[in-house]
């Protein structure tokens, strides 16, 4: 298994749950507030906060009216040391950020010279003259330095008052984003001189979090002073995240690795990667170590697994196809799945999903072969295969073995979980070698 380079770092100097590092997010629009657009911004925002050290201990949407915005910079400037605020910044009359802020910091506007030339070029660059309306987009508060935007009109505005930071930047993700990397998280991390924080991810899939919690809680209670651990769930994976804060990197890593080696111990069955990477990469590298090669048939998933394979870089050396059998008539006449077998147990069944899984790797040519048969739902169940019934099975040079789950009545859950597992048990028998 690849564990190499997979340390991250946080930045921090301050404790955890004090309010000297406070951060908050601040998402300006009307548009956000009625469900017309998804505020992406502030997730993205939070994580790259959270990275660089901060604690974002609020995100706050308010509407485009003036008073809401005044109150909002208020109370997060009382609350926090750095205020993040998005959107309202282009040349509309609904976009009263670079008034408000003004009004805020009692002071007036000026012309900030480098935006107004990158606006002559933009617009020069799109045979579009400039008007008074764009013109005024170069315009930032008196009381702020322009933060350059190479991707779009508006410049962003950096505001240092009373040993407290507030940023402004457009609500447009690209733009928000280049910005807040090229230039506000490192002069963040200038102003402010974090320390470090070292963490590292768990991947584990097949076990809630619940049983697993029972299974390593031992393990958990004796973690050395200064380890934290967090759990992070999400439909078929729990990452466990290992953390340290100080200033001697080598020894936080140490202590991390030897506490990820304990952990390997206990469930070595469950761990199947680290930091970012995903069930089909760690599946794929498997593949390509062994020379072997891979096909799935895939009825309640869609071709769910198939995507998620296709999805890294190079899976043609190793992943041949798929067989969407939604149908019976499929099943039967592309798998070629005995019509009494489904007669006698149905589609969502132990018997078809072992010929299913064992067909496709024979039509195909294949090493392993992946099947997958369940009721997804919301509606087709019954009290003998209730919604989430879902039978796995792979099949290998040493055999085929199928297993049953019981994932639960959320569809688009259940069509995540399915495909998950099917790779996991692909993973486990590769490495088992049966």
């Known amino acids: 298994m690849n564990t190499g380079g997979l340390y ?3 930045f921090f100097t301050f404790d955890l749950y004090s ?3 406070d951060a908050e997010i601040l998402n300006i629009g009307d548009e956000l507030l009625i469900g017309q657009v998804l505020n992406t911004n502030a997730q993205w925002l939070a994580e790259q906060l959270t990275q660089s050290g901060f604690n974002v201990s609020r995100m706050v949407t308010v509407a485009d009216k003036m008073p809401q915005i005044l109150e909002a910079f208020n109370e997060a400037r009382q609350r926090a040391a750095l205020v993040i605020v998005t959107g309202g910044l282009g040349p509309t009359n609904d976009d009263l950020t670079r008034d408000a802020l003004c009004t805020f910091f009692k002071c007036g506007m000026k012309t900030d010279a480098d935006s107004l030339a990158r606006l002559h070029v933009f617009f020069t660059n799109r045979g579009v003259a400039l008007t008074d309306l764009n013109r005024s987009q170069a315009q930032v508060p008196e009381r702020s330095e322009a933060i350059e935007n190479i991707d779009g009109t508006s410049p962003g505005m950096w505001f240092d008052v009373d040993d407290k930071v507030l940023v ?3 609500g447009v993700p690209f733009e928000l984003k280049n910005m807040m990397t090229r230039i506000v998280l490192p002069r963040l991390k200038a102003r402010f001189k974090p320390g470090e924080v070292v963490f590292r991810t768990v991947l584990v899939q097949g076990i809630g979090e619940s049983f697993l919690s029972e299974i390593i809680k031992g393990w958990e209670a004796a973690l050395p002073m ?6 992070l769930p999400q439909p078929g994976i729990v990452r466990l995240r290992l953390l340290m804060r100080g200033s001697d990197v080598a020894a936080m890593e140490s202590v991390i690795e030897s506490q990820i080696a304990g952990l390997q111990q206990l469930i070595p069955e469950y761990i199947f990667g680290f930091g970012d990477e995903t069930l089909a ?3 794929g590298r498997l593949l390509l170590q062994n020379e072997q090669s891979l096909s799935t048939a895939e009825s309640c998933t869609g071709g769910t697994i198939a995507q998620m394979i296709t999805a890294v870089p190079g899976c043609s050396a190793y992943f041949k196809g798929s067989i969407i059998a939604y149908s019976n008539e499929v099943k039967m006449h592309q798998l070629n799945v005995p019509p009494e077998l489904l007669a006698k147990h149905g589609a969502v069944s132990e018997a078809v999903v072992l010929a299913m899984a064992e067909n496709v790797r024979k039509t195909v040519q294949t090493t392993y072969g992946i099947a997958v048969s369940g009721v997804a739902g919301p509606d087709g169940g019954s009290p003998e295969k209730p919604v989430g019934t879902t039978w796995i099975a792979v099949s290998g040079p040493e055999g ?9 009545e959320h569809r688009g859950r259940n069509i995540t979980r399915a495909a998950l597992a099917g790779l996991n048990m692909l993973r486990l028998m590769i490495i088992s070698g049966r």
């Open 8 to 10: 991250g770092r946080f």
């Open 19 to 21: 309010n000297t590092m």
């Open 168 to 170: 402004a930047l457009p």
């Open 226 to 231: 200064g380890c934290s651990l967090a759990y």
């Open 281 to 283: 990469e760690v599946v």
């Open 400 to 408: 085929s073995h199928a297993k049953k789950f019981l994932f639960g």
